[in-house]
């Protein structure tokens, strides 16, 4: 019995591993769960404060919240932005199945568990987003309190895809980055020329962060595979969120309609406020600081 209770434990060691290190002024920590792992950006671990986990969307990583992370740490949280599956180069399985929004949203709980967060507070833009509203959903005893940036309740979101001609236009890219080869191509060609096209809103230094990642063997695929695994069954409900919310929309997002935004409120059976900017998609780049500061009023008003 001793002997077996030695190699459970022994497992649960070999399951969940951290390993801290700096690059570039920047601290990292490799976290190893099972058979992946995953590159998180780190800091402020040694604050007494909360936990935030912060979940970038497509196609970024977790360098758009560069500017915001000292922001947080400043204020005593603990922050831990992790490169998600498919962008971490060690969390990048092969198969479409293995990029469903429960098993990304699985991640994030493996991820704070690797931590020891036991409750904690969330953050997610675009398709962080998404796996934000999921996490929110399936684990609210572990969230403290829950931002969107730009996208919605994703019952809302899905309702407007099937009835809103405005979301219906905006959602069009998504038939063609669900199709087989042909999305990674259009990125590759001409040195990424239509991949640099979409971080417009960003400076040179991040986009060289970004490229180090995308220009990695298999990574575009693999963040790809997000829409490939996700998007085929539009009636998906994750129901209601009684976490603490806050939504951000950009008034000139080209991604994402104002009427999933508004129709969110009918999920939203906790505290929640929602904030309309004069922004686009890429709120961060465009309006960090009105993006920080009311992410930081929601983290304070919400903390334990």
Same mark, same amino acid.
């Not at 575009?220 to 996700?230: E, Q, T």
């Not at 085929?232 to 994750?238: A, H, L, S, Y």
């Not at 129901?239 to 994402?256: E, H, S």
């Given at each position: ?150 996208? /919605?309740? !994703? ?9 809103? =001609?405005?979301?219906? #236009? &905006? +959602? ?10 042909? /999305?990674? !191509? ?9 991949? =640099?096209?979409?971080? #417009? &809103? +960003? ?102």
């Amino acid at each position: 019995m001793k002997y077996l209770l030695f190699i459970i434990i022994c497992s649960m060691a070999i399951a969940q591993s951290i390993n801290y290190y700096d690059t570039d002024g920047e601290s990292f920590a490799d976290v190893k769960v099972n058979d992946l792992t995953f590159t998180c950006r780190v800091s402020g671990l040694e604050n007494t404060g909360d936990a935030v986990i912060l979940l970038h969307g497509f196609p970024e990583t977790s360098r758009m919240y560069y500017d915001l992370i000292p922001v947080l740490v400043s204020e005593g949280y603990k922050v831990v932005a992790p490169d998600q599956r498919g962008y971490s180069q060690g969390a990048r399985p092969p198969k479409i199945s293995d990029y469903s929004i429960d098993k990304l949203s699985q991640d994030v709980i493996d991820i704070a568990d690797a931590f020891q967060f036991e409750k904690f507070h969330l953050v997610g833009h675009d398709w962080g987003s998404a796996v934000g509203w999921v996490t929110a959903a399936l684990y609210s005893e572990r969230i403290n309190s829950w931002t969107a940036l730009s996208v /919605p309740h !994703l019952d809302a979101f899905f309702d407007a895809i099937n009835t809103d =001609k405005d979301q219906q #236009r &905006k +959602s069009q890219y998504i038939k063609f980055f669900k199709k087989p080869i042909l /999305p990674e !191509l259009y990125f590759k060609i001409f040195g990424y020329t239509y991949l =640099k096209n979409i971080w #417009r &809103k +960003s400076s040179q230094l991040e986009i060289e962060k970004y490229l180090e990642v995308f220009k990695q063997r298999g990574a575009l695929k693999a963040s790809l595979n997000w829409y490939r695994a996700n998007m085929n069954n539009e009636d998906k409900f994750i129901g209601d969120i009684t976490t603490p919310t806050l939504i951000i929309y950009g008034l000139k997002d080209m991604a994402i309609g104002e009427k999933s935004v508004d129709e969110s409120e009918k999920y939203l059976t906790g505290d929640y406020k929602i904030e309309k900017l004069k922004a686009g998609h890429w709120l961060i780049q465009e309006s960090f600081e009105a993006v920080s500061n009311s992410i930081l009023q929601h983290l304070n008003t919400h903390s334990q």
